[in-house]
């Protein structure tokens, strides 16, 4: 299992410890093209001596910034994939015949076979959508033509806004910035983690999710953990046990829970 | 050739399509029981698609269908059956975000256009060219585009782009919000949104509590601008409002358009159309993204001071050309003696007061109208047309003048 693991890097000096932990596929925010992570210019992402490199491209991605990108991709040297959000991210890739391995990863949307199906005649991979149940979400892995990505182990993305809601705040209240922040609300208690940067504001969720015991035997083409706002020791201590139980402030999301969304049937 | 400039209205239900419709809606987007981002509103049985689209095709109206959630396995048992009949009843176009539907649109060769929604947060020309190569004719722009994002877009793509020009505003962008699935179970992406990001918030380590509702779109100052770079549809949100709102915002938005087509729109009719739909909704509104990114004006902080608007005092069901009396549905107390105004899709506002003589279903005469969808009567001189409205006088053109 551990060799499957794409980690997200938010610290470039934790990479040892996950290299020495068994991981070997590493996912890297690019400056610019990412809200809710930490990021790293091209060339830093560049110097970093590991094999499988990947860059996170996460943004819904304006007209100005698509014309940027399209020179960024032509300095990708020494990096085997990207990881997308925006569709245009796509349409430029394939123009420019680039032979980087694409991988989808709309947060929200990979929920149906059908999809992800039609995603994978395009792509390499599609990560899954993690508010699904397990049993919609092996449905989609036994089913489609490619390996797909799944969530493993980190805070799950569950907003993405343009506006900086924590600058709008502290301007409001002239209370100093502070670019990570939790927030609850009142009724019913559920706290989000809200972070932000120039390119917009993301929550997280309250807990972690650890989808270990469920998803251990499946045939993917990388778990994905995301160590955003966790501590580099939990972290560790995850990659190192990657045991079935669950820790104190972890969860297994929707894997057991279906949403509803129809409050009665008229 | 003129490119396409529709006002393209939001309605709930066959009375608010035919309001849309009569107030000068060039076309009307509608939600089917299923696959709708509206789950909990009554929206269209296939009936009243059908009916819907009669009526609409009659005064020479589009029709579109949302079929925007974002679907589950499940919820794909019936959806092309669904297609086909949508196809079937004359349906001009489906509004979608997820890739399978566009999928089956294509192989199932439909005669209906295919829009993409603003579900799928088209916001660079790359993307639109996706979907253009997909075979839609239409995309949705997200709300978070900018005029120089339009244009860009309008000019590498040529494709028909519809922009939101009124109405609420969702925090995120849109499908990239499931608030409402952590905090509920609701599915936002399947029409459960709860509407999480209204919440008041407390916030760690200090007393000040965190919000992050939008105040509302609106472009009645940027309308001319919009029209120019190329816009072709001009989209009310809010498929759940009432009759009075879509009256009044769609016909508000026709004398925009056509008094910008027609060279005539001045800095006191912007003020003066501003100034009611302004009062009609309630609340604050701005342009958002249209001239950059919205700041800490552009939201609200400490909750919203919404009262209920009672300008609505009631809807013409009949007017009797002989004796020159109308016989309206109440909606809103007033008395005689009060000064209202008339507004309808066949002819400009007249103010008129309450006369005297003002009577119940029952002919007995009545001071004032106070029951809530009562029955009143009482003559009047001007012509007035099932579907008119009358609301309290506030605003004067001459005011603006």
């Known amino acids: 299992m551990i060799s499957k693991i794409l980690i997200y890097v938010s610290a470039i000096e934790n990479i040892d410890d996950y290299r020495k932990a068994g991981v070997s596929a590493f996912l890297f925010g690019l400056d610019g093209y990412c809200v809710g992570y930490n990021t790293y210019s091209l060339d830093t992402i560049k110097k970093v001596n590991v094999s499988n490199k990947y860059i996170l491209l996460n943004r819904v991605i304006d007209c100005k910034d698509i014309d940027k990108l399209k020179n960024v991709l032509t300095q990708l040297d020494g990096i085997k994939g990207i990881v997308f959000e925006d569709i245009g991210v796509y349409e430029v890739v394939k123009k420019m015949n680039l032979g980087l391995e694409l991988i989808l990863f709309q947060n929200h949307f990979a929920t149906n076979k059908d999809s992800v199906s039609f995603w994978l005649e395009r792509v390499d991979s599609v990560f899954l959508s993690n508010e699904i149940t397990y049993e919609e979400l092996k449905k989609i892995v036994d089913s489609v033509s490619k390996k797909v990505c799944v969530h493993l182990y980190g805070y799950n993305q569950v907003m993405y806004s343009r506006r900086l809601l924590l600058t709008n705040w502290s301007l409001e209240f002239n209370i100093p910035y502070k670019d990570k922040n939790i927030i609850e609300d009142k009724g019913t208690h559920i706290k989000f983690r809200v972070m932000e940067n120039e390119y917009g504001t993301v929550m997280y969720s309250e807990n972690i999710f650890n989808g270990v015991k469920y998803l251990k035997d499946l045939d993917v083409l990388y778990y994905y953990v995301?160590?955003?706002?966790?501590?580099?020791?939990?972290?560790?201590?995850?990659?190192?046990?990657?045991?079935?139980?669950?820790?104190?402030?972890?969860?297994?999301?929707?894997?057991?829970k279906e949403t509803i969304y129809k409050l009665k049937e008229r | 050739?003129?490119?396409?400039?529709?006002?393209?209205?939001?309605?709930?239900?066959?009375?608010?399509?035919?309001?849309?419709?009569?107030?000068?809606?060039?076309?009307?987007?509608?939600?089917?029981?299923?696959?709708?981002?509206?789950?909990?509103?009554?929206?269209?049985?296939?009936?009243?698609?059908?009916?819907?689209?009669?009526?609409?095709?009659?005064?020479?109206?589009?029709?579109?269908?949302?079929?925007?959630?974002?679907?589950?396995?499940k919820d794909l048992a019936g959806v092309k059956e669904y297609l086909?009949?949508?196809?079937?009843?004359?349906?001009?176009?489906?509004?979608?975000?997820?890739?399978?539907?566009?999928?089956?649109?294509r192989k199932m060769k439909l005669k209906m256009e295919l829009h993409v929604s603003t579900q799928a947060s088209a916001l660079n020309y790359e993307v639109v060219n996706f979907y253009k190569?997909?075979?839609?004719?239409?995309?949705?722009?997200?709300?978070?585009?900018?005029?120089?994002?339009?244009?860009?877009?309008?000019?590498?793509?040529?494709?028909?782009?519809?922009?939101?020009?009124?109405?609420?505003?969702?925090?995120?962008?849109?499908?990239?919000?499931?608030?409402?699935?952590?905090?509920?179970?609701?599915?936002?992406?399947?029409?459960?949104?709860?509407?999480?990001?209204?919440?008041?918030?407390?916030?760690?380590?200090?007393?000040?509590?965190?919000?992050?509702?939008?105040?509302?779109?609106?472009?009645?100052?940027?309308?001319?601008?919009?029209?120019?770079?190329?816009?072709?549809?001009?989209?009310?949100?809010?498929?759940?409002?009432?009759?009075?709102y879509i009256a009044t915002v769609i016909d508000v938005y026709r004398h925009l358009i056509d008094m910008v087509v027609n060279n005539k729109l001045d800095i006191a009719y912007t003020n003066y159309y501003l100034s009611i739909l302004n009062r009609c909704a309630n609340r604050d509104s701005t342009s958002q993204f249209f001239n950059g990114l919205p700041g800490r004006n552009e939201q609200y902080f400490l909750g919203r001071d919404e009262v209920s608007n009672k300008d609505f005092l009631g809807i013409v069901l009949d007017y009797d050309k002989e004796n020159k009396i109308v016989t309206l549905e109440q909606r809103n107390y007033f008395k005689v003696g009060d000064v209202v105004e008339f507004f309808g899709p066949k002819h400009e506002v007249f103010e008129f007061v309450i006369p005297a003589d003002i009577r119940n279903k029952d002919d007995e005469i009545i001071e004032v109208a106070n029951h809530p969808r009562m029955i009143v009567k009482f003559k009047i001189d001007r012509e007035l047309e099932q579907f008119d409205m009358m609301r309290i006088k506030v605003f004067d053109i001459s005011q603006f003048l």
Request: proline share 1%; glycine share 6%.
């Open chain 2, 84 to 105: 086909k009949n949508l196809d079937s009843i004359g349906v001009d176009a489906i509004i979608v975000s997820d890739v399978v539907i566009m999928d089956l649109w």
């Open chain 2, 133 to 244: 190569e997909l075979g839609a004719t239409r995309v949705v722009l997200a709300r978070e585009a900018t005029k120089d994002d339009i244009i860009r877009i309008k000019k590498e793509t040529g494709l028909e782009l519809e922009c939101f020009v009124h109405g609420a505003m969702c925090t995120s962008i849109s499908g990239r919000c499931v608030l409402s699935n952590y905090a509920t179970n609701r599915d936002s992406n399947r029409g459960g949104c709860a509407q999480v990001c209204r919440f008041v918030f407390d916030a760690l380590n200090t007393d000040k509590v965190f919000s992050m509702t939008p105040k509302d779109l609106n472009m009645v100052s940027d309308i001319a601008e919009m029209i120019k770079i190329g816009v072709n549809s001009f989209k009310v949100e809010g498929r759940m409002r009432s009759v009075y």
């Open chain 1, 226 to 256: 995301n160590t955003m706002l966790i501590d580099h020791e939990k972290i560790m201590k995850f990659l190192n046990g990657l045991n079935d139980s669950l820790s104190e402030g972890e969860d297994i999301g929707f894997l057991e």
């Open chain 2, 1 to 73: 050739m003129q490119e396409r400039i529709e006002l393209l209205s939001p309605a709930g239900d066959l009375e608010r399509l035919k309001i849309a419709c009569l107030y000068g809606a060039d076309a009307i987007y509608i939600g089917g029981q299923n696959y709708s981002l509206r789950a909990n509103a009554l929206n269209f049985s296939l009936d009243d698609i059908k009916e819907a689209v009669l009526f609409a095709h009659n005064l020479n109206k589009r029709v579109y269908v949302t079929v925007n959630i974002v679907f589950h396995d």
